[in-house]
C-alpha cells in the first residue's frame, strides 16, 4: 500500500483587503501518495498557488491568513508544528518549483555556487563536495557543459535551462515532495515538453510525490495520477486522470476539456452536444469542431455568487444551484458511475427539466466527512447534478 505524503484538509485562506476580506482558499481537500503526481488545475485566481503557498508556510502574510484545516506531511499538521521544525522540513523534505525562475533565483550568486550552498548549509558539506556535487545535480538535469556554467549567473542562462536549475535546487536534497507551480508556463512549447519530462522524469527515478499546479489540461494528461479541479477557492471535482478525461462529473471540467484543443479523453470526433457543448470523443481530442469558451469570468473573491459559485456561468444551472452550495458528492464505483446515496435529489435531473426544491438538503451519506480529503484514485464531485452529467456524457457516447 502507498503511503499518505500529504492529505490537505479544509484549508482556509483569507486576504484582508482595502475592499473587505477575500476568501481566497474556502475549504481545500486534497491528498497525494508517496510516489505520485496529483494535478491541480483550475482558472487563474482559483486559489492554486495560495492553498500551495499555505502548504509550504510561505503565505504572503498579512495580508494573509490561514482561517481553518490541516496540512498533514507524513501524518503530522505542519500547521500547529513550531517554526524551527517547520524550516528543517521545507527546507529538506519538501520544496517548491516556481514559474518564475529568474525571481525565485539570486541574481547576484552564480548558480554552481546557490547549489552548493544547500549541501554546505544542510548536509554539512566542505565547499569542495558540495561544489562537486553541485556540477553532479547540473549535469543530472542536462545542462550541457555543467562544470563550465557552475560559475555563470542565471540570467546568463536561457528561460528553459533556468527552469532545469529551478528544478536542481528542489531536487537537491531529495525530497519527499515537490510542489510545481506552473513550472513550464513561461517556456516556449518545446521547451516546456522537456522540462515536463525531465519532472516526471525525476519525480519517477526518486519516487517524490509531485503537487503539479497548472492551468493546461494538457501538460497534465501524461504525467498526472490524480487531478483536482479548482474553481474560485475550492474543489470542485477530483478523479483518476483517465476518468476524468473520459467522463468528467462537474460541467466546469467539462467546460475545461472541451476548451483545450488537443485533449487525449477518447477517440474520435469532437461535436456539439446540448448546444452547449463541445464533446471530445477518443484519442485524437479536437478535430475539426469549434471550440467552446466557459462564459463569463470566474468571480473575484471579495464577492463570492451565494449556493454554487460556478452558478451564474454553468449551462447546467437550476434553482437549487443559485440557493445551495454543492458539497464534494462521491462518485463511486470503478467505471465512474454513481454512488447510490450519493445521487442528488431524486427528481432533479436538468434533462428531465425538472428541479428540486431551493432549500432540499443533499442527501444523508452524499458527502465524505467534512474536510477528509478524498483517497488519491477517489471521485468527487461538486455538483448537485453531477450524476445527470455523467449520463448525458454516456448518452452522446451510445
Ligand atoms: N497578497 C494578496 N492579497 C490579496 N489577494 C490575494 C493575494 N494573493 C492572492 N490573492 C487572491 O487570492 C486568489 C487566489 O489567487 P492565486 O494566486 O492562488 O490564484 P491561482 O489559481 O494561482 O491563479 P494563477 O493561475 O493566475 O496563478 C485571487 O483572487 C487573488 O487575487
Ligand atoms: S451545482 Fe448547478 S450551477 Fe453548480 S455546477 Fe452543478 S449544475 Fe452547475
Ligand atoms: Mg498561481
Known amino acids: 500500500m502507498t503511503a499518505r ?31 505520485r503526481t496529483l494535478a491541480v488545475l483550475g482558472e487563474s485566481g482559483s486559489g492554486k498557488s495560495v492553498t500551495a503557498h499555505a502548504i509550504m508556510g510561505i503565505l504572503d502574510s498579512p495580508p494573509g491568513r490561514i482561517t481553518g484545516g490541516q496540512v498533514l506531511f507524513q501524518g503530522r499538521d505542519l500547521l500547529t508544528m513550531g517554526a524551527e521544525e ?21 541574481p547576484v550568486l552564480p548558480v554552481g555556487a546557490q547549489l552548493a550552498e544547500m549541501y554546505e548549509v544542510h548536509r554539512g558539506m566542505s565547499r569542495k563536495d558540495a561544489r562537486r556535487r553541485a556540477v553532479e545535480l547540473m549535469d ?15 540570467h546568463q542562462f536561457s528561460g528553459g535551462m533556468r527552469q532545469r536549475i529551478m528544478i536542481a535546487m528542489a531536487m537537491a536534497l531529495e ?35 509531485l503537487v503539479l499546479i497548472t492551468h493546461d489540461l ?59 457543448h463541445v464533446r471530445h470523443e477518443g484519442h485524437g481530442g479536437h478535430r475539426g469542431g469549434k471550440l467552446y469558451a466557459i462564459k463569463g469570468a470566474p468571480p473575484s473573491p471579495l464577492t463570492l455568487p451565494p449556493g454554487c459559485p460556478f452558478h451564474p456561468r454553468c449551462p447546467r444551472a437550476q434553482e437549487v444551484c ?42 444523508p451519506g ?32 451510445v
Open 5 to 35: 505524503l500529504l492529505d490537505v484538509r479544509d484549508l482556509r485562506v483569507e486576504f484582508r483587503t482595502r475592499d473587505g476580506i477575500a476568501e481566497a482558499v474556502g475549504g481545500v481537500s486534497y491528498a497525494v501518495d508517496a510516489g
Open 86 to 106: 517547520r524550516r528543517r522540513i521545507r527546507g529538506a523534505a519538501m520544496a517548491m518549483i516556481f514559474q518564475d525562475a529568474l525571481s525565485a533565483l539570486n
Open 140 to 154: 543530472r538535469v542536462r545542462i550541457p557543459a555543467a562544470a563550465q556554467r557552475a560559475g555563470d549567473y542565471p
Open 175 to 209: 525530497p519527499d515532495l515537490i510542489i510545481a507551480d506552473e513550472p513550464t508556463t513561461a517556456l516556449d512549447v518545446t521547451v516546456q515538453a522537456q522540462v515536463m519530462d525531465l519532472l516526471a522524469e525525476l519525480r519517477r527515478e526518486y519516487a517524490m510525490g
Open 218 to 276: 494538457g501538460v497534465v494528461a501524461d504525467v498526472a495520477d490524480t487531478i483536482a479541479v479548482m474553481y474560485a477557492g475550492r474543489i470542485v471535482e477530483t478523479a483518476p486522470v483517465r476518468d476524468l478525461y473520459r467522463r468528467p462529473a462537474h460541467p466546469y471540467t467539462r467546460g475545461l476539456l472541451d476548451s483545450v484543443p488537443r485533449v487525449d479523453h477518447g477517440g474520435g470526433q469532437a461535436r456539439r452536444d446540448h448546444g452547449e
Open 322 to 363: 443559485r440557493v445551495e452550495r454543492p458539497p464534494l458528492y462521491e462518485v463511486s464505483a470503478a467505471d465512474g458511475g454513481p454512488a447510490p446515496e450519493a445521487a442528488p435529489p431524486s427528481g432533479a435531473s436538468p434533462a428531465s427539466g425538472a428541479s428540486p426544491a431551493a432549500g432540499t438538503p443533499p442527501p
Open 366 to 397: 452524499a458527502t465524505p466527512s467534512p474536510g477528509a480529503a478524498p483517497a488519491p484514485g477517489g471521485r468527487t464531485s461538486a455538483c448537485h447534478f453531477w450524476k445527470d452529467e455523467l449520463d448525458a456524457l454516456d448518452a452522446v457516447n
